[in-house]
């Protein structure tokens, strides 16, 4: 047991979550122990996300409550990470006294002197510089403290060149660049041999992957990373339309370990908003992408994202959303109402909408989607689909069942619930992380049953039926 202890809080998207792994491990380094709650810990540290205000404004009340612990304990120093952190700098600490330390999203790599010199003289300090290059430490990778899961996250590439009018992402995490290749498949050879089966590729848009730097493209990089024993399914997020090319639509049905899941956020149907969000497509070509994906791969997934309420849109430029969703029958959708960021040059149009029109739009988006989403998860029942166990489900495992419930994804990252039967009395396998095959049986609004069909030794179970 170390003397000192930290607690981390990460907000925000999924490469926030990468981002905290790496925190953590420079703080293990540095004699730190992980601890689970604020009120146990020598050292908070908040991961923030900017991309909407809502966002920003979770990590100001979790400041609120911080700033009374720090009363009840002075030792506390408290330290401020990732999105907001970069786009506020000092001003975050001017706003909040308690806090000690500021660090940007480049600074992860600089952290080790910054809370050093914090613990040295206790001067309150701000990194903010975004470097050409952010660091590319993936030493994280080969620390067995971090927790093993079946499925990680790895960022290929960060930052954004496209500048999206909405967007905050291109002045919080700077331009885009690519890790290099050999760099990507180090990190996923330490995370396979260390029990990973499953690998999320992160990035803005990665399907510009390599195209800056030079290295391989996209595509090359899947190729290269399916022929990584142990993997056995890789995933990526995000995908921007306007840069999905023929050859990653091939990939899809040529790359065997390759998910048939797609999240291509289209953000509007509207081709009026879209050329003012700078999207760069149109209704059209994003309805001719889904068809050339469907074409190539029949059973693929499609998810998205919309913003609706965006500055000028109007009660026929939502229909075009509305119409959008019909044509397409995406699988499931994330929907925000439009928020302004100051840096984004959008926060600066006309015609803004108000808060009660995008609540309703929302709302009216929503609902469409919840039938489609049902009628995709209908349209699997009968069919055979390869899961992937990730465990236990939580939910089972809490109400301590008699018969253990197992949670899966397919391949189109569906969630698929599953129990074995007819086991005579026999301790129950542990499933996690093997490839089983399933026949969907019923259908429910966020997930599936499927009952056994084998393992991927082909050995058969029974799976009971759901009463
Ligand atoms: N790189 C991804 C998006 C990352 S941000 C892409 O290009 O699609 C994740 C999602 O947040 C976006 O897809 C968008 O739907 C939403 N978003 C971004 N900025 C927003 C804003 N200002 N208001 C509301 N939603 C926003
Ligand atoms: Fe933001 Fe657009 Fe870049 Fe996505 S592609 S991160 S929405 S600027
Ligand atoms: Fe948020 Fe930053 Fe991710 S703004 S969505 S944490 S890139």
Redesign the pocket.
Known sequence: MNSKTVYIHTLGCQMNVYDSDRICIRLLGMGYDRVSSAEAADLVIINTCAIRAKAEQKLYSLVGRLADLKKKKPALRIGIGGCVAQQEGEKLLNRAPCIDFVFGTHAIGRLNDLITQVERSGRRTVDVKLADCPDDDFSYAMNPSISRQISRFVTIMTG?D???TY?V??YVRGAEVSRPPEHILDEIHMLADSGVREITLLG??VNSYGQKEGWCNFPELLKQISGIENISRIRFT?S?PKDLSEELIQAFSTLKKVGHHIHLPVQSGSDRILKRMNRRYTHSDYLAKIDRLREICPDMAVTTDFIVGFPGEDEADFQDTLNLIQAVQFDSVFAFKYSDRPSAPASRFSNKVDEDVKSDRLGRLLELQKKCTLRRHQSLIGTRQVILVEGRSPRAAESNQAIVQWTGRTSGNHIVHFSLHNRNGSPEPDLTGQMLSVQISRSFPHSLWGDVIADETDKVYFSSKQS
């Open positions: 954004c496209n500048y999206c967007c992402v291109p803005q848009n995000t921007h």
